[in-house]
């Protein structure tokens, strides 16, 4: 696996350590992209500070709960509604945003005054909200207020209501991910343990790392709800503030984004004995698996079959018909931290794409092992790019679609390479089944979608064909396919509705006896 | 068994395990030679049929894991099934060994070393 340096980072030598192209026969101890280190100086990243990634991945996600930032207020501005995290309470924490708004003044004097005015009138604004979480940042941490006192003074003076407080600076990290780990951290010394929840199940757990883009968290709560298992908090999207706060007395910890949330669960599984199991809720196959191995935990594995037996039968002739549209198209995989392992292999595997590429922004060295390893052979695998090599890498790949966020997507589009956004996804849900197949047509749009036709041409360069009328997407998709595929009676495009979740909002959930005490008892501990 | 041939089953259990596991990759070298450890062996043990201890909730938690890694050995490679007990077991070990230096000994990973979570 040698170590790739781009061109046009030549001026800066110690970025050859960041990216290495999967070999034949290699493995990761022969070479392995460095990660989650400070950027080099003069490389220009793609990252996030470790306020947003704290606030902005994390926080925020969680539904009933003022969030206000402790500083200027374009650290709020440009965290506020640019992920689509969903929630079920009519959306409060997308659609309210709150910050202390500091200037100058408050930088030479101190700031804790404004923040405690602005504390109390965001409760008096929202009287039935009774959950706040206030967010360090970079001025108000180099100015040294300490916003836990005045958390502490407020608890104080107004009983029914409760503080978080994170301290993760924008400076707290190389990236986002350092403000992962700080608010993992923060929330578990702070607040695991100070609630005790009703429990309704026999079988209960704590869904991590799942930040409900687009409705995700609600499609696997809805699974987890159908085989009768109570879904205790959702670390952190569309998850309630006291949920979270009693994680404490789950039986096991299910966890999805081990980048943004490991943290949390390895500390619940030191301090309270509940073990961590990590699953892919991504794919027919990795889904399935993981609904299975749910089920086994408890012992109801019939529950999590019927699951699998009546989605799979639903949504597979839909995913296949994609599929068979998609094979050997190339996919650059640049998302920010988790997905390149989520997806590396059930893309090429369930959707026929080649992974020719993986990136990220963020991750660690283990994000690292796990796309490498779940990517086929001649992948090209970066750490923390820069635009230049972005560039680059899709001129000597040239893929027919990238998988990213929006900044780098836009970049693609100007050398015409469509793209899609990883995070917060064009037409989710697309996690569960049918999400599966959403985002398979997704795929499919993005890379069939007319505008290419006429987008690639350079009118200053090309000749403009006057003889050829507009192609659709079926007829540029199904130019090369055989007669059998085409014209197949078995597969067919997506059929889900235009809001993949309503059909959920409306589900009656079946009652399954609960256990004897004792039996419980036994489960529990 | 000749040497290529367990060496070949060795890496082809190891690849099935990197392709589409997660277990492996805890972030901290301690925790993945616990992880290790306790997954290839109840592995191993029900691939021998020999009894699973599945009394705690941490021992169910790597026995689910265990279980859809044993399924899919026999699914895929039906050598598993088809072998002596004692052979599957020669091999199961290099696979733990193999694992173990893939991404621990091996490891060219700086993080798994860091005292803290």
């Known amino acids: 696996m040698p170590y790739h340096l781009f061109k046009c980072s030549e001026c800066i030598p110690e970025r050859e350590k960041h990216a290495v192209i999967k070999g034949h026969g290699e493995t990761l101890t022969d070479a392995l992209p460095l990660g989650y280190l400070n950027t080099i100086p003069g490389s220009i990243s793609e990252r996030g500070c470790a306020y947003c990634g704290a606030k902005h991945v994390i926080g925020t996600p969680m539904k009933d709960v003022i969030h206000m930032s402790h500083g200027p207020i374009g650290c709020t501005y440009d965290t506020w509604q640019t992920k689509r995290y969903l929630s079920d ?15 100058e003044s408050n930088i030479v004097f101190g700031a804790e005054k404004i923040l405690k005015k602005n504390i109390l009138e965001a409760f008096k604004a929202f009287p039935n909200i009774k959950r706040m979480t206030i967010y360090q940042t970079c001025a108000s941490a180099l100015i040294g207020d300490d916003i836990g006192a005045i958390a502490q003074e407020v608890m104080d003076e107004m009983p029914d209501v409760d503080i978080f407080v994170c301290n993760s600076p924008g400076f707290g990290g190389p990236s986002q991910s350092g403000g992962h780990h700080k608010i993992n951290i923060a929330w578990m010394n702070q607040k695991v343990g100070t609630f005790e929840p009703e429990i309704t199940s026999d079988y209960v ?28 908090s959702t670390f952190t999207g ?4 006291d949920g979270l706060r009693a994680m404490h007395k789950a039986h096991l910890n299910v966890l999805e984004c ?28 990795p889904l399935s698996t993981s609904l299975r191995k749910i089920a086994m935990f408890f012992g109801i594995e019939e529950r999590a079959e019927a699951i699998i037996e009546e989605e799979t039968k639903r949504w597979e002739p839909e995913l296949l018909w994609y599929k068979e549209r998609l094979k050997g198209k190339k996919v ?13 292999n059930v893309i090429h595997e369930e959707m026929g794409l080649e992974v020719v590429s993986v990136y990220t922004k963020f991750g660690h060295q283990g994000d690292m092992e796990k796309g490498i390893s779940r990517c086929e052979e001649g992948a090209l695998a970066i ?14 790949l040239e893929p027919d679609i990238i998988f990213t966020g929006k900044r780098p997507g836009e970049v693609a589009k100007k050398i015409r390479v469509p793209y899609l956004n990883a995070h917060a996804y064009h037409n989710g849900p697309w996690k569960g089944y049918e999400g599966w197949v959403r985002f398979a047509r997704d795929v499919y749009n993005g890379i069939y979608s007319p505008i290419h036709e006429l987008a690639s041409l350079n009118i200053s360069r090309d000749e403009i064909p006057q003889d050829k009328g507009f192609m659709t997407q079926r007829l540029i998709s199904d130019v090369n396919l055989p007669e059998e595929i ?13 809001d993949a979740m309503k059909r959920l909002k409306d589900r009656v959930y079946p009652e399954f006896p609960r256990k004897s005490e004792e039996v419980k008892d036994v489960v529990a501990i | 068994m000749e040497e290529a041939l367990y060496k070949e089953r060795v890496e082809n259990l190891l690849e099935f395990i990197l392709k589409k596991c997660l277990w492996q990759f805890h972030s901290r070298a301690w925790d993945r030679e616990r992880q290790n450890t306790n997954i ?6 029900i691939l021998c049929e020999e009894p699973v201890n599945k009394d705690t909730p941490e021992d169910r938690c790597y026995y689910v894991d265990a279980a859809y890694l044993a399924e899919n050995y026999k699914k895929r490679f039906p050598w598993v099934a088809e072998i002596d007990k004692t052979e599957l077991k020669k091999v199961m070990q290099g696979l733990k060994e193999k694992l173990d230096f893939v991404l621990i000994t091996g490891s060219l990973n700086k993080e798994l070393t860091d005292p803290h979570y």
């Open chain 1, 332 to 344: 650059c995989l640049w998302p920010g931290g988790s997905k390149l392992w989520h997806w590396a």
């Open chain 1, 205 to 232: 757990i704590n869904y991590v790392g799942e930040y409900n883009i687009q409705g995700d968290q609600e499609v696997m709560q809805d699974f987890f709800e159908r085989m009768g298992i109570q879904v205790l």
């Open chain 1, 89 to 103: 309470n009519d959306n409060f924490q997308l659609k309210y945003t709150f910050a202390t708004d500091m200037k």
């Open chain 1, 383 to 396: 750490d923390d790019p820069n635009e230049l090599e972005g560039l680059e890498a899709m001129d000597e």
């Open chain 1, 238 to 241: 569309n998850g309630s503030y």
């Open chain 1, 486 to 498: 085409k014209n197949s009676t078995v597969l067919r495009e997506y059929t889900g509705e235009y």
């Open chain 2, 40 to 45: 290839i062996e109840k592995t191993t043990q």
């Open chain 1, 258 to 285: 081990a980048r943004s949330a490991e943290y949390i669960c390895n500390e619940l599984r030191v301090r309270y004995g509940i073990p961590r199991l990590d699953i892919d809720g991504f794919g027919f196959e």
